[in-house]
T-cell receptor, first 114, second 116 residues
Framework: LAKTTQPISMDSYEGQEVNITCSHN???????ITWYQQFPSQGPRFIIQ???TKVTNEVASLFIPADRKSSTLSLPRVSLSDTAVYYC???????????????FGKGTKLSVKP | DTGVSQNPRHKITKRGQNVTFRCDPI?????LYWYRQTLGQGPEFLTY????????KSRLLSDRFSAERPKGSFSTLEIQRTEQGDSAMYLC??????????????FGPGTRLTVT
């Protein structure tokens, strides 16, 4: 099974750029890397998804090196409201063309301070 | 609000009882997922449907758990003979399938189960 490893926690200050790295050594060829954000007592919320190189949207950037064994979520100029748990998701292929078991990492708890 | 709804939001039951949860996905989404999450842990995959077909079930899932998605619309998750270890948040998510390997999922608010 493709497993992921992330730092357990990170601290930052408002206005700083935050980079969270996820390791996924056994990622499958067709798998995408997806990041989610979760606030307490809520379901995870999709942030960004990518396959290789760099992806950017209105809230974050995702950097994926050529070997795809890791990925880095970059949050520009964080605010207090970015305090949350961030999960890296990599799919593991199952049989019959299904998506297989989807495995969330343990997550990184980001604390943004004023 | 992501458009995915779950009912009930909270459920307290006694050990040994059966419980059933419902998930209503975003209407045009053909894929539906169930997860379980305990405090301080990431969501744990339970099962996945594409339309009405249950395509994947976690090897960790006990036989006491069963899920259905009749007609490819809403889904139910049933836990039989609940145990205290089943206490968790049960999350449902849906997505619009665009081929294998794409996982942009929209999560519901979850059902919190407490087994006493």
């Amino acid at each position: 099974l493709a497993k992921t490893t992330q730092p357990i926690s990170m601290d930052s200050y408002e206005g700083q750029e935050v980079n969270i790295t996820c390791s996924h050594n056994n990622i499958a060829t067709n798998d995408y890397i997806t990041w989610y954000q979760q606030f307490p007592s809520q379901g995870p919320r999709f942030i960004i998804q990518g396959y290789k190189t760099k992806v950017t949207n209105e809230v974050a950037s995702l950097f994926i090196p050529a070997d795809r064994k890791s990925s880095t979520l970059s949050l520009p100029r964080v605010s207090l409201s970015d305090t949350a748990v961030y999960y890296c998701l990599v799919g593991d292929k199952g049989y019959g063309g299904s998506q297989g078991n989807l495995i969330f990492g343990k997550g990184t708890k980001l604390s943004v301070k004023p | 609000d992501t458009g995915v709804s779950q009912n009930p939001r909270h459920k307290i039951t006694k050990r040994g009882q059966n419980v059933t949860f419902r998930c209503d996905p975003i209407s045009e989404h053909n894929r539906l997922y169930w997860y379980r999450q305990t405090l301080g842990q990431g969501p744990e995959f339970l099962t996945y449907f594409q339309n009405e077909a249950q395509l994947e079930k976690s090897r960790l899932l006990s036989d006491r758990f069963s899920a259905e998605r009749p007609k490819g619309s809403f889904s139910t998750l049933e836990i039989q003979r609940t145990e205290q270890g089943d206490s968790a948040m049960y999350l449902c998510a849906s997505s619009l399938g665009r081929g294998q390997g794409t996982y942009e999922q929209y999560f519901g608010p979850g059902t919190r189960l407490t087994v006493t």
